[in-house]
Protein backbone atom coordinates (compact mmCIF):
# COMPACT_ATOMS: atom_id res chain seq x y z
CA UNK A 1 0.00 0.00 0.00
CA UNK A 2 1.55 3.71 -1.05
CA UNK A 3 1.48 6.43 1.07
CA UNK A 4 -0.92 8.57 -0.93
CA UNK A 5 -3.20 5.29 -0.43
CA UNK A 6 -3.06 5.28 3.59
CA UNK A 7 -3.59 9.34 3.66
CA UNK A 8 -6.27 8.88 1.89
CA UNK A 9 -7.86 5.89 3.77
CA UNK A 10 -7.07 7.53 7.38
CA UNK A 11 -8.74 10.91 5.99
CA UNK A 12 -11.78 8.84 4.77
CA UNK A 13 -11.69 7.24 8.15
CA UNK A 14 -11.61 10.42 9.86
CA UNK A 15 -14.10 11.85 7.98
CA UNK A 16 -16.49 9.18 8.52
CA UNK A 17 -15.91 8.34 11.96
CA UNK A 18 -16.48 12.42 12.69
CA UNK A 19 -19.70 12.85 10.24
CA UNK A 20 -21.60 9.83 11.89
CA UNK A 21 -20.89 10.73 15.67
CA UNK A 22 -22.06 13.93 15.16
CA UNK A 23 -25.42 13.01 17.12
CA UNK A 24 -23.08 11.40 20.06
CA UNK A 25 -21.33 15.21 20.05
CA UNK A 26 -24.63 16.39 20.22
CA UNK A 27 -26.31 14.25 23.47
CA UNK A 28 -22.97 14.37 25.17
CA UNK A 29 -23.29 17.97 25.35
CA UNK A 30 -26.66 18.59 26.14
CA UNK A 31 -25.98 16.02 29.04
CA UNK A 32 -22.16 17.80 30.00
CA UNK A 33 -24.30 20.94 30.06
CA UNK A 34 -26.15 19.42 33.31
CA UNK A 35 -22.70 18.24 35.05
CA UNK A 36 -20.52 19.58 37.85
CA UNK A 37 -17.31 21.76 35.87
CA UNK A 38 -14.96 18.25 37.47
CA UNK A 39 -17.41 16.17 36.10
CA UNK A 40 -17.04 17.36 32.69
CA UNK A 41 -13.61 17.94 33.19
CA UNK A 42 -13.02 13.87 34.26
CA UNK A 43 -15.00 12.80 31.44
CA UNK A 44 -13.28 15.08 28.32
CA UNK A 45 -9.79 14.21 29.75
CA UNK A 46 -10.30 10.05 30.55
CA UNK A 47 -13.26 9.99 27.94
CA UNK A 48 -11.20 10.16 25.18
CA UNK A 49 -9.19 7.84 26.36
CA UNK A 50 -11.56 5.21 26.73
CA UNK A 51 -12.91 6.53 23.71
CA UNK A 52 -9.80 6.32 21.66
CA UNK A 53 -7.92 3.30 23.43
CA UNK A 54 -10.49 1.00 24.78
CA UNK A 55 -13.88 1.35 22.75
CA UNK A 56 -12.20 1.99 19.22
CA UNK A 57 -9.24 -0.27 19.83
CA UNK A 58 -11.08 -3.33 21.35
CA UNK A 59 -14.01 -3.50 18.80
CA UNK A 60 -11.45 -4.32 15.75
CA UNK A 61 -9.37 -6.81 17.99
CA UNK A 62 -12.28 -8.43 18.88
CA UNK A 63 -14.20 -8.62 15.12
CA UNK A 64 -10.65 -9.94 13.98
CA UNK A 65 -10.81 -12.61 16.71
CA UNK A 66 -14.62 -13.57 15.86
CA UNK A 67 -13.97 -14.19 12.26
CA UNK A 68 -10.88 -15.90 12.93
CA UNK A 69 -11.92 -17.91 16.18
CA UNK A 70 -8.89 -20.31 16.04
CA UNK A 71 -6.26 -17.86 16.89
CA UNK A 72 -7.50 -17.10 20.11
CA UNK A 73 -8.02 -13.63 21.48
CA UNK A 74 -3.93 -13.19 22.00
CA UNK A 75 -2.92 -14.40 19.06
CA UNK A 76 -6.02 -12.27 17.20
CA UNK A 77 -4.62 -9.21 19.20
CA UNK A 78 -1.19 -10.35 17.28
CA UNK A 79 -2.32 -10.53 14.18
CA UNK A 80 -4.79 -7.62 14.28
CA UNK A 81 -1.66 -5.40 14.69
CA UNK A 82 0.58 -7.54 12.57
CA UNK A 83 2.44 -6.41 8.97
CA UNK A 84 3.11 -10.13 8.51
CA UNK A 85 1.88 -10.97 4.68
CA UNK A 86 0.75 -14.58 5.91
CA UNK A 87 -1.00 -12.87 8.72
CA UNK A 88 -2.48 -10.33 6.55
CA UNK A 89 -3.32 -12.77 3.52
CA UNK A 90 -4.98 -14.93 6.88
CA UNK A 91 -7.27 -12.24 7.69
CA UNK A 92 -7.75 -11.28 3.80
CA UNK A 93 -9.27 -14.73 3.45
CA UNK A 94 -11.63 -14.52 6.20
CA UNK A 95 -12.83 -11.36 5.23
CA UNK A 96 -15.72 -12.09 3.13
CA UNK A 97 -17.99 -13.00 6.46
CA UNK A 98 -16.95 -9.52 8.17
CA UNK A 99 -17.70 -7.49 5.19
CA UNK A 100 -21.42 -9.44 4.28
CA UNK A 101 -22.17 -9.11 8.10
CA UNK A 102 -20.78 -4.95 8.15
CA UNK A 103 -22.69 -4.93 4.73
CA UNK A 104 -26.26 -5.58 6.39
CA UNK A 105 -25.56 -3.79 9.75
CA UNK A 106 -24.97 -0.49 7.75
CA UNK A 107 -27.57 -0.80 4.84
CA UNK A 108 -30.18 -1.83 7.80
CA UNK A 109 -28.80 1.55 9.51
CA UNK A 110 -29.46 3.78 6.40
CA UNK A 111 -33.06 2.32 5.40
CA UNK A 112 -34.26 2.39 9.14
CA UNK A 113 -33.10 6.23 8.87
CA UNK A 114 -34.95 6.40 5.48
CA UNK A 115 -38.40 4.95 6.16
CA UNK A 116 -38.36 5.54 10.56
CA UNK A 117 -36.61 8.09 11.35
CA UNK A 118 -37.54 12.42 11.65
CA UNK A 119 -35.16 13.86 9.65
CA UNK A 120 -35.00 17.14 7.89
CA UNK A 121 -35.61 16.57 4.23
CA UNK A 122 -32.48 16.68 2.12
CA UNK A 123 -33.60 15.03 -1.56
CA UNK A 124 -36.90 14.99 -3.30
CA UNK A 125 -37.34 11.36 -2.54
CA UNK A 126 -36.86 11.67 1.06
CA UNK A 127 -40.46 12.45 2.57
CA UNK A 128 -41.97 9.50 -0.11
CA UNK A 129 -40.29 6.94 1.58
CA UNK A 130 -40.72 8.11 5.25
CA UNK A 131 -44.71 7.84 4.37
CA UNK A 132 -44.21 4.31 3.60
CA UNK A 133 -42.59 3.25 6.76
CA UNK A 134 -44.58 0.31 7.24
CA UNK A 135 -42.51 -0.91 4.52
CA UNK A 136 -39.17 -1.02 6.37
CA UNK A 137 -39.35 -4.36 7.66
CA UNK A 138 -40.32 -6.18 4.39
CA UNK A 139 -37.20 -4.07 2.73
CA UNK A 140 -34.62 -5.43 5.59
CA UNK A 141 -36.05 -9.07 5.42
CA UNK A 142 -35.83 -9.25 1.62
CA UNK A 143 -32.06 -7.78 1.09
CA UNK A 144 -31.03 -10.17 3.90
CA UNK A 145 -33.29 -12.97 2.42
CA UNK A 146 -31.50 -12.35 -0.91
CA UNK A 147 -27.79 -11.88 0.31
CA UNK A 148 -27.91 -15.13 2.44
CA UNK A 149 -29.44 -17.05 -0.88
CA UNK A 150 -26.58 -15.92 -3.24
CA UNK A 151 -23.93 -15.81 -0.04
CA UNK A 152 -24.84 -19.65 0.23
CA UNK A 153 -23.77 -20.45 -3.41
CA UNK A 154 -20.09 -19.20 -2.03
CA UNK A 155 -19.43 -19.27 1.14
CA UNK A 156 -21.71 -20.62 3.96
CA UNK A 157 -19.90 -18.78 6.81
CA UNK A 158 -20.60 -15.61 4.66
CA UNK A 159 -24.18 -16.43 5.21
CA UNK A 160 -23.74 -16.67 8.74
CA UNK A 161 -22.02 -13.00 8.53
CA UNK A 162 -25.03 -11.46 6.96
CA UNK A 163 -27.17 -13.19 8.90
CA UNK A 164 -25.11 -11.58 12.18
CA UNK A 165 -24.92 -8.35 11.00
CA UNK A 166 -28.62 -8.12 11.15
CA UNK A 167 -29.08 -9.50 14.55
CA UNK A 168 -25.98 -6.84 15.46
CA UNK A 169 -28.17 -4.15 13.59
CA UNK A 170 -31.54 -4.98 15.82
CA UNK A 171 -29.23 -5.23 19.03
CA UNK A 172 -27.65 -1.95 18.64
CA UNK A 173 -31.03 -0.56 17.76
CA UNK A 174 -32.61 -1.15 20.92
CA UNK A 175 -29.80 -0.08 23.00
CA UNK A 176 -30.08 3.70 21.07
CA UNK A 177 -33.41 3.76 21.38
CA UNK A 178 -33.33 3.11 25.02
CA UNK A 179 -30.20 6.08 25.40
CA UNK A 180 -32.79 8.28 23.94
CA UNK A 181 -35.07 7.76 26.82
CA UNK A 182 -32.13 7.73 29.27
CA UNK A 183 -31.22 11.24 27.48
CA UNK A 184 -34.39 12.78 28.70
CA UNK A 185 -33.71 11.56 32.40
CA UNK A 186 -30.88 12.62 32.40
CA UNK A 187 -31.37 16.18 31.10
CA UNK A 188 -33.88 16.37 34.48
CA UNK A 189 -37.44 16.51 31.78
CA UNK A 190 -40.22 16.09 33.14
CA UNK A 191 -42.15 12.97 33.05
CA UNK A 192 -45.42 13.97 34.45
CA UNK A 193 -44.16 13.44 38.49
CA UNK A 194 -41.59 15.69 38.40
CA UNK A 195 -38.12 17.09 38.07
CA UNK A 196 -35.65 13.61 37.97
CA UNK A 197 -31.97 14.22 39.29
CA UNK A 198 -29.43 12.00 38.88
CA UNK A 199 -26.29 11.86 39.96
CA UNK A 200 -23.14 13.32 37.71
CA UNK A 201 -21.32 9.76 38.26
CA UNK A 202 -24.23 7.96 36.70
CA UNK A 203 -24.27 10.53 33.60
CA UNK A 204 -20.75 9.45 33.09
CA UNK A 205 -21.24 5.79 32.93
CA UNK A 206 -24.22 6.42 30.57
CA UNK A 207 -22.35 8.60 28.28
CA UNK A 208 -18.89 6.28 28.31
CA UNK A 209 -22.00 3.49 27.55
CA UNK A 210 -23.46 5.74 24.69
CA UNK A 211 -20.15 6.33 23.04
CA UNK A 212 -19.71 2.43 22.98
CA UNK A 213 -23.02 1.92 21.01
CA UNK A 214 -22.39 4.70 18.91
CA UNK A 215 -18.74 3.89 17.82
CA UNK A 216 -20.44 0.49 16.12
CA UNK A 217 -21.34 2.45 13.59
CA UNK A 218 -17.69 4.15 12.78
CA UNK A 219 -15.99 0.74 13.48
CA UNK A 220 -17.73 -1.83 11.26
CA UNK A 221 -17.89 1.08 8.52
CA UNK A 222 -14.07 1.30 9.09
CA UNK A 223 -13.73 -2.23 7.34
CA UNK A 224 -14.78 -0.37 4.01
CA UNK A 225 -11.96 1.77 3.87
CA UNK A 226 -9.32 -1.23 4.96
CA UNK A 227 -8.73 -3.95 6.60
CA UNK A 228 -5.43 -3.25 8.25
CA UNK A 229 -6.57 -2.44 11.92
CA UNK A 230 -3.72 -0.13 12.64
CA UNK A 231 -4.98 2.18 9.72
CA UNK A 232 -8.57 1.47 11.41
CA UNK A 233 -7.26 2.59 15.09
CA UNK A 234 -5.83 5.74 13.62
CA UNK A 235 -8.28 7.30 11.68
CA UNK A 236 -10.93 6.07 14.22
CA UNK A 237 -8.89 7.53 17.27
CA UNK A 238 -8.37 10.79 15.58
CA UNK A 239 -12.15 11.08 14.87
CA UNK A 240 -13.08 9.98 17.77
CA UNK A 241 -10.75 13.11 19.34
CA UNK A 242 -12.83 15.03 17.05
CA UNK A 243 -15.88 14.41 18.28
CA UNK A 244 -14.88 15.07 21.82
CA UNK A 245 -13.66 18.80 20.69
CA UNK A 246 -17.16 19.00 18.76
CA UNK A 247 -18.66 18.39 21.98
CA UNK A 248 -16.82 21.35 23.72
CA UNK A 249 -16.31 23.91 21.34
CA UNK A 250 -19.06 24.42 18.61
CA UNK A 251 -21.79 22.59 18.99
CA UNK A 252 -24.36 24.69 18.21
CA UNK A 253 -22.45 26.08 15.29
CA UNK A 254 -22.69 21.90 13.83
CA UNK A 255 -26.31 21.56 15.13
CA UNK A 256 -27.16 24.45 12.35
CA UNK A 257 -25.76 22.07 9.57
CA UNK A 258 -29.45 20.23 9.05
CA UNK A 259 -28.46 17.87 6.26
CA UNK A 260 -24.92 16.51 8.43
CA UNK A 261 -27.43 13.71 9.21
CA UNK A 262 -28.13 12.86 5.47
CA UNK A 263 -24.85 12.90 4.47
CA UNK A 264 -23.56 10.59 6.86
CA UNK A 265 -26.69 8.20 6.45
CA UNK A 266 -25.72 7.97 2.25
CA UNK A 267 -22.48 7.46 3.19
CA UNK A 268 -23.18 4.52 5.29
CA UNK A 269 -25.44 3.32 2.80
CA UNK A 270 -23.01 3.38 -0.01
CA UNK A 271 -20.04 1.86 2.62
CA UNK A 272 -22.62 -0.90 3.01
CA UNK A 273 -22.45 -1.57 -0.40
CA UNK A 274 -19.14 -1.11 -1.11
CA UNK A 275 -18.73 -3.73 1.56
CA UNK A 276 -21.64 -6.31 0.08
CA UNK A 277 -19.50 -5.96 -3.11
CA UNK A 278 -16.30 -6.65 -1.67
CA UNK A 279 -17.72 -9.92 0.48
CA UNK A 280 -18.93 -11.15 -2.84
CA UNK A 281 -15.24 -11.13 -4.74
CA UNK A 282 -15.62 -7.73 -7.02
CA UNK A 283 -12.50 -5.53 -6.89
CA UNK A 284 -13.03 -2.45 -4.94
CA UNK A 285 -10.37 0.31 -5.31
CA UNK A 286 -8.94 1.19 -1.94
CA UNK A 287 -9.31 5.01 -3.01
CA UNK A 288 -13.11 4.90 -3.37
CA UNK A 289 -14.20 4.62 0.06
CA UNK A 290 -12.76 7.91 0.79
CA UNK A 291 -13.45 9.87 -2.32
CA UNK A 292 -17.39 8.67 -1.80
CA UNK A 293 -17.51 9.96 1.69
CA UNK A 294 -15.63 12.87 0.82
CA UNK A 295 -18.10 13.47 -1.85
CA UNK A 296 -21.02 12.92 -0.29
CA UNK A 297 -20.50 14.73 2.68
CA UNK A 298 -19.21 17.26 1.12
CA UNK A 299 -22.38 18.08 -0.89
CA UNK A 300 -24.74 17.92 1.80
CA UNK A 301 -22.22 20.42 3.56
CA UNK A 302 -22.80 22.99 1.34
CA UNK A 303 -26.77 22.34 1.04
CA UNK A 304 -26.31 22.74 4.77
CA UNK A 305 -24.71 26.14 4.66
CA UNK A 306 -26.95 27.11 1.72
CA UNK A 307 -29.62 27.38 4.58
CA UNK A 308 -27.88 28.34 7.58
CA UNK A 309 -29.33 31.53 9.33
CA UNK A 310 -28.14 35.11 8.59
CA UNK A 311 -26.87 35.02 11.91
Known amino acids: MDILSIILIVAGLILFETITSVDNAIINA ?16 WGILIAVFLIRGALPWLLVWAINPGLGPMG ?31 VFIFFHWLFLEPKKFGLKGEPFFQRQGVWFYAVVSIILSLVVWFALQIN ?86 VVRQLTVANIDRIKKYAFLKNGAMYSIFVLGMIMLLD ?33
Open 156 to 241: PLMAFGAVVGSTAFFIVHGFKENAAKMEEKLLGQSNGQGVISTSDASKIFYLEVLDGTFSIDGVVGAFAFTLSVPLILLGNGFGAI
Open 76 to 106: ALTAALSSDPKVVEAIDNSSPMLLAGGGIFM
Open 279 to 311: SFGFHIPSWLSPLVTASIVGYFFLKSRKVLPEN
Open 30 to 45: DVLSTMGKKARKWFLL
